[in-house]
Structures are given as C-alpha cells and as structure tokens.
C-alpha cells in the first residue's frame, strides 16, 4: 500500500461539551464566533488518540475527525497532529420521541455536504455510537462506494435488547422494532466491527456476520512506571501511613460513586479515600452533601478533573483503585491504575474486568451487591491482599502501540478486501 491518499475519516456524533468545561480556560486551540461565543478543540477524544497514535507508526493513512458542533457558525479545522486534523461542523439538535419520551440526536447537513467532495474511492468512514443514529444513516445513504468500520466504544447497545426487555410503553416497543429492523439492514453496511467488552456479543450476532475483533482503548503505558509513593505522596501533601483508596472518573449516577460514600462512612478502618473527577454541580453538591461524616473525620477527599502528571502522581500515591459503575466499556481509569501496579476493586463489567478474571486478579464484585463490596473492603482493610495483574499482560492488551497496530491491520484489511 503506497498511496497516500487514503485518509480514514472519524465520525463523532457527540458535540463538544463546553458546558463542563465552562468555569476552565478554552482549549489551546480556539476561536471566536461571530455571535460573540466560542469553539475549541481539546483534542482528548477517542477518535484524537487513535488517530494520532496509528498515524505514528503508520504513515499511509491521513485522518480525519469530523465532529458536529451547536456553537459553531462555520466548519473549522486544525491539523492536531501532522497528518490528523480535527474539524468542527454546525449542527442542530433534532428532537424525537422513544415511546413516550424525549430523546435527541445531532444533525450536521454541512458535514454530510462536507463528504460529498470527498473521493470516497480513498476514504475509509471509522464510526461508532449507534448504527442507526442520525450522522451515520445519513453518510451511509450518500457515500455509498466508501467502507465503514464500526467501533463499540461504550457496551455494545442494540435495540433487539431494548426488545426483550419488559415495556409498558407500546410506542417505546414500537420504536425499538423499527430500529431492530433498521439496524439489520444498516448492519450490512459495515465492513469491520470492533468491540471492547463481551456484554451483548450474543444479541450483535443476529445483526451482523462480518469480520470482528475486540478492540479497547489505549494507554501510553510507559508513563506510569518508575514512580515512589512515599515520594508522590509528599509531592501532594498526602499522608504517609494511612491507607490511600482512590477513584479516577467522571461524577454521574452510573458511577455509584454514591454508594461507595455510603459503605465507607460505615467502616471504622482508618483510610483515606480520594475522588479525583467532576460532573454537574448539582451531582457533585449531592455527593459531598453524602461524604460530610467522612469529611468531618479527614477520610475522603475530593479533587478537581486532573491530567496529565498530576494525576499520575495520585495513581502512584494510592494503595488500592476502586471503580464500582453499572456498566463500562473500558474503563480507562482501570488501565491507568493497572499500568502502576495497583490492585484494582471493580465491578463486573467492561473489558478490564473480563481481563482481570482471566488472570485471576484484582477483587471483582457484583454490581449491586453492596453488602458484598463492605463485606471486602472491609477484608482488604484489615490486611487481605488483591492479586495485581501483571505488567507484561497490562501491556500487551492496553499500551497504545499495540492498540494502533491492531487499527492499522483492520484498515489494511477493509481496503484490501474493498480492492478483491
């Protein structure tokens, strides 16, 4: 393969989320709009890393990431990365109804007119999300010569799940049905299909019978290695003696960070238990407001978002990492912890607990089972070890060199078998 047209085009079908970012600086790369607002580019989402870390070691492939944008007025573009530029398209929210509730999807029409000028001849489309969303039916019904690959980067979600579950809402299972009958015919578009975890394989097999390989995230593995924690402990004004339980994710529901607040106020052990993350003031408020006994008794403390060094440095601070959501892909987090040799306290899903149960490591617990979680931790904090993964294992599945190779042979193959 010599031509260096060929370009994969990533498709995000989320906008930006300024509003988390609101009380923070913009993003080194940014501009006005002529409404006297703002966009910018972070250059931090899945199709970024990706992109930059294949383009590293392959040079074949130029990228792109499409992205649609409600603040923006006009497409803007910046190379990111040489060879990856990331554009931001105008789009709209378009209201809809599941049964009897709202829902919404983002419309981008100067991102679809965008691809019209693209020789799809040479254009691999890298989507993701839901097959049947409002960007990629609409790129499947104009760029009809180009070859799509298909990335689960959260659970695999279909809606012949959503079928089988129990609805009181005729018109939400109405829904459902016309998506189910959508998809296995929008499933036929698809050329390669990754996926992270194994939850819902079995239902993705009646939709689609093409090539398929799971596939995670990345992390720069090499970075969180070589570390003290006496030293990292200093360097952050943290305890040297107690035992340090730490946290590493965005603050919603699904977290259950909540409930993890509730079954350690209840524990008598002395510890200290970091949350580093952030979510909507509301929620957050909410989880201090559950945290107060802890607080008062200089067991919890909560961080802002960190990246970067600083973060590192609370990885390799921490004795233990717990990641107790209701469902997961990944997690990242997970790797992160995993790269600095930390036992990790989870719940069963995502990749990373599929990984750890196959190495019989780390501590995995039910997801609702709260009496089981106390009934450990509390184990744990009386001196029983967690088995840490090994670091050799830890790379092969998450370093990101290994990940881009991996990308690199699938695109390799859609092109190849496109050419037979």
């Excluded at 912890?337 to 617990?365: H, Q, S, W």
Aim: aromatic share 12%.
């Amino acid at each position: 393969m010599s031509d260096t047209r060929l370009k994969i085009i990533h498709i995000m079908n989320h906008p930006p989320a300024y509003e988390k970012y609101s009380d923070k600086q913009r993003p080194e790369i940014n501009w006005d709009t002529h409404d006297g607002s703002w966009v910018g580019i972070w250059g931090l989402e899945w199709a970024d890393l990706l992109s930059i870390e294949v383009r590293k070691i392959n040079s074949v492939f130029e990228h792109e990431i499409w992205q649609p944008d409600l603040c923006a007025d006009e497409i803007y573009s910046k190379e990111i990365f040489p060879g990856v530029i990331h554009r931001l398209f105008p789009a709209c929210v378009k209201r809809k109804f599941i049964g009897l509730r709202k829902s919404r999807e983002f419309v981008s029409q100067p991102m679809i007119q965008f691809s019209h000028s693209k020789n799809t001849n040479d254009v691999i489309f890298h989507i993701g999300q839901s097959v049947t969303c409002k960007i990629n039916k609409d790129l499947f019904k104009y760029c009809t010569n180009a070859p799509f690959v298909f990335s689960f980067h959260g659970q695999i979600a279909l809606p012949n799940v959503s079928l089988l579950k129990f609805q009181k809402n005729f018109l939400a299972k109405f829904h459902y049905l016309k998506e189910h009958i959508l998809a296995k015919i929008l499933f036929k578009r698809i050329s390669f299909l990754t996926y992270q975890s194994n939850k819902n394989l079995n239902y993705l097999k009646s939709y689609y019978q093409g090539p398929i390989k799971k596939v995670t995230m990345g992390i720069h593995f090499d970075k969180y290695l070589g570390y003290d924690k006496i030293k990292c402990r200093r360097l952050l004004n943290l305890p040297l003696e107690k035992k340090i339980l730490l946290t590493v994710c965005r603050l919603y529901d699904l977290k259950q960070v909540d409930k993890l607040i509730e079954i350690l106020t209840a524990i008598e052990s002395d510890f200290l238990y970091i949350i580093v993350g952030y979510g909507e003031k509301k929620y957050e408020e909410y989880l201090h407001n559950k945290a107060r006994k802890l607080k008062e008794n200089n067991k919890i403390i909560f961080t802002e978002y960190k990246t970067g060094q600083e973060l590192i440095e609370y990885f390799n601070s921490s004795d233990l990492f717990i990641h107790v959501s209701s469902s997961e892909a990944g997690p990242v987090a997970i790797m992160e912890a995993m790269a600095c040799e930390l036992p990790i306290f989870c719940t069963d899903t995502g990749n990373t607990a599929e990984l750890l149960r196959k190495y019989d490591a780390g501590l995995i617990v039910e997801i609702n089972n709260y009496k089981d979680w106390s009934d450990k931790l509390i184990d744990y904090l009386s001196g029983e070890p967690i088995k840490t993964l090994a670091l050799d294992v830890v790379k092969e599945h998450y370093d990101w060199g290994n990940i881009a190779a991996k990308f690199i042979r699938i695109y390799d193959y859609v092109i190849n078998d496109k050419k037979q």
